[in-house]
T-cell receptor, first 115, second 115 residues
Framework: ETGVTQTPRHLVMGMTNKKSLKCEQH?????MYWYKQSAKKPLELMFV???????ENNSVPSRFSPECPNSSHLFLHLHTLQPEDSALYLC??????????????FGQGTRLTVV | AQSVTQLDSQVPVFEEAPVELRCNYS??????LFWYVQYPNQGLQLLLK??????LVESINGFEAEFNKSQTSFHLRKPSVHISDTAEYFC?????????????FGRGTSLIVHP
């Protein structure tokens, strides 16, 4: 148990559906991240929130929409996804994103399948 | 910009044999280095990290890694592996200059321990 909880663990959705992934951390961290993990590819950083402000958006398609209502919660809203979006989506948190304390704590991930 | 190269996508070894997982990075400034481990259907867990000081860092389960600045490497070693060490291992680097310190991950190395 890393202190970062992701729900759901598994999600199957059609290309026309709208769904949301949820991440919650109780570590008192101020930075939260979304990563995409596809088979045999490096982890792809999608979004970074530092003190609730989005500081990174790595050219992610607009069909992925993040939301960070407070430092403990992070959402990833999904709509009109494509089959190639199927992957493991990992949430992580760290003390902050601009200092030495960038050791990341990861959730168990949401396995997303787009059909 | 920082980048991480994990030269081996898969490393098979027999139980109780030594193992080395290689990691090289490129960066123009001083760095922080991390090794993460991912067990099946789990998120990433921090195994060990180098921030400063001694170039040899150890984990609680017998792994160690040595920061070699001249060779820009941070190889992970264990003198005697167990079946339970079978997992995916990720090397990560973050630059300690101005701006973000978000770690960049390698593609991962799959360690497979055979009985």
């Amino acid at each position: 148990e890393t202190g970062v909880t992701q729900t759901p663990r598994h999600l199957v959705m059609g290309m026309t559906n709208k769904k949301s992934l949820k991440c919650e951390q109780h570590l008192g961290h101020n930075a939260m991240y979304w990563y995409k993990q596809s088979a045999k590819k490096p982890l792809e950083l999608m979004f970074v929130y530092n003190f609730k402000e989005q500081t990174e958006n790595n050219s992610v398609p607009s069909r992925f929409s993040p939301e960070c209502p407070n430092s403990s919660h992070l959402f990833l809203h999904l709509h009109t996804l494509q089959p190639e979006d199927s992957a493991l989506y990992l949430c992580a948190s760290s003390q902050e994103a601009t200092g030495q304390n960038t050791e990341a704590f990861f959730g168990q991930g949401t396995r997303l399948t787009v059909v | 910009a920082q980048s991480v190269t994990q030269l081996d996508s898969q490393v098979p070894v027999f139980e109780e044999a030594p193992v080395e997982l290689r990691c090289n990075y490129s960066s123009s400034v001083s760095v922080y280095l991390f090794w993460y481990v991912q067990y099946p259907n789990q998120g990433l867990q921090l195994l060990l990290k180098y921030l400063s000081g001694s170039t040899l860092v150890e984990s609680i389960n017998g792994f160690e890694a040595e920061f070699n600045k001249s060779q820009t490497s941070f190889h992970l070693r264990k003198p005697s592996v167990h079946i339970s060490d079978t997992a995916e291992y990720f090397c990560a680097v973050s630059e300690s200059s101005g701006g973000s310190y978000i770690p960049t991950f390698g593609r991962g190395t799959s360690l497979i321990v055979h009985p």
